[in-house]
């Protein structure tokens, strides 16, 4: 008997120890946005979000920005505009201000990293912008920006097998040196927020941001999109063009880098392509096997192309999104990695594309 008195007595203690947290009493933030301002006093502009209930009973969302000279100050200022106790465990996106994301993200993605509450959940992207544009826009039939956007990422992650866009990934791509980080681009389009496209960086600062047309490529490249669409107009002919669509799955994956004594000059990138016709507007019989196979090969080529394209551009800027390095780090011990000029190294390389495209299917066209 006395064994469960004490147990009792505990249990009570403990509960009595516990904080009371009352729902209606607080600021559950589910977004933050950042940007830089003109001001040099307070150079940090910090935009939340959180769900309320209003008096009558309905469901909407309050939007806070203030500046600061840093996120933790910046955040004070924000406990002190609202009645409510803010509570960080619920951040499901954090947004970056493009000139901000130039100056560089570590320090503010450490900071949410550091906090136990948000850990390395929250999702990262970035705002062609401003931040605070794309979190105070009321769209139409959505209630809360945050959702909106997690529901946006959590679909990329899908269409792109192994990104996530969160501060995990971010982190661990810049502390890897084969590889740096991306992070998709949203933007104000009317009433409405888009994905614009996907940032680049080298280290930790933006750099640019690829067109959705040239970042498919990309992920292309990195292996990540094992299925697709392949939507373009393509030369058929004298003066001739046609629109053509193709579902295709990617069968074959492959980085080769080749060694010339102790440099690494040379690496190739080889895919191969199976897809499915779904729409074609040229004049020709697809049906029949000579002109799909002429069509292979202007998607081939296309692809050829506009791959290598993307590869000047990122080696121009320096960006290794595709993580060649990786592959390079792997050819080469230790010692002579560490000495390495690994983005001189990377600007130099000779990297080629070499795509093949096999039509499995004419399927529907015209």
């Not at 403990?14 to 946005?33: Q, Y």
């Not at 740096?180 to 933007?187: E, Q, R, T, Y």
């Not at 390079?328 to 190294?345: E, G, I």
């Not at 990377?346 to 004419?362: F, G, R, T």
Request: proline share 2%; glycine share 6%; net charge neutral.
């Amino acid at each position: 008997m006395n064994k469960y008195f004490g147990f009792l007595i505990i249990f009570i203690l403990l509960t009595g120890c516990m904080e009371t947290r009352i729902i209606d009493d607080l600021a559950l933030i589910n977004a933050v946005g950042y940007d830089v301002t003109d001001n040099e006093k307070n150079p940090l502009k910090l935009t939340v979000t959180f769900p309320i209930i209003t008096k009558d009973g309905k469901y909407d969302r309050k939007t806070i920005g203030v500046e600061g000279k840093s996120s933790k100050e910046a955040r004070e200022k924000v406990r002190l505009k609202t009645n409510l106790k803010l509570e960080s465990g619920q951040v499901r996106v954090s947004l970056y201000g493009q000139e901000l994301a130039k100056q560089g993200l570590l320090p503010y993605l450490q900071s949410l990293a550091r906090d136990p509450s948000i850990g390395t959940r929250a999702k990262l992207a970035l705002a062609e912008e401003k931040a605070s544009d794309v979190l105070l826009l009321q769209i139409k039939n959505e209630g809360q920006n945050a959702t909106y956007l997690e529901q946006f990422l959590t679909k990329l992650n899908r269409e792109n097998l192994r990104t996530n866009y969160n501060i995990y990934q971010f982190l661990r791509d810049y502390y890897d040196d084969g590889i740096d980080p991306i992070l998709p681009v949203f933007k104000v389009e009317k009433n409405n927020i888009a994905y614009n496209g996907i940032g680049l960086f080298h280290e930790d600062k933006l750099v640019d941001i690829l067109k959705p047309s040239e970042a498919r490529y990309l992920f292309l490249f990195r292996e990540e999109m094992k299925q697709g669409t392949f939507v373009e107009q393509i030369d058929v002919g004298e003066e001739e063009q046609a629109s053509i669509m193709l579902n295709y799955e990617l069968k074959e994956h492959k980085v080769d880098v080749q060694s010339i004594s102790k440099n690494l000059k040379k690496a190739s990138i080889s895919i191969e392509l199976i897809g499915d016709v779904i729409e074609y507007t040229g004049k020709e019989e697809i049906s029949d096997p000579k002109i799909q196979n002429k069509i292979e090969n202007i998607i081939s080529k296309k692809i050829n192309h506009e791959g290598k394209e993307l590869i000047l551009k990122l080696q121009k800027l320096q960006v290794d999104a595709l993580g060649i390095n990786r592959f390079v780090r792997n050819k080469m011990n230790y010692n002579d990695w560490k000495a390495l000029d690994k983005y001189q190294s990377y600007q130099d390389m000779n990297i080629n594309i070499d795509a093949k495209v096999i039509l499995n299917s004419a399927g529907k066209w015209k």
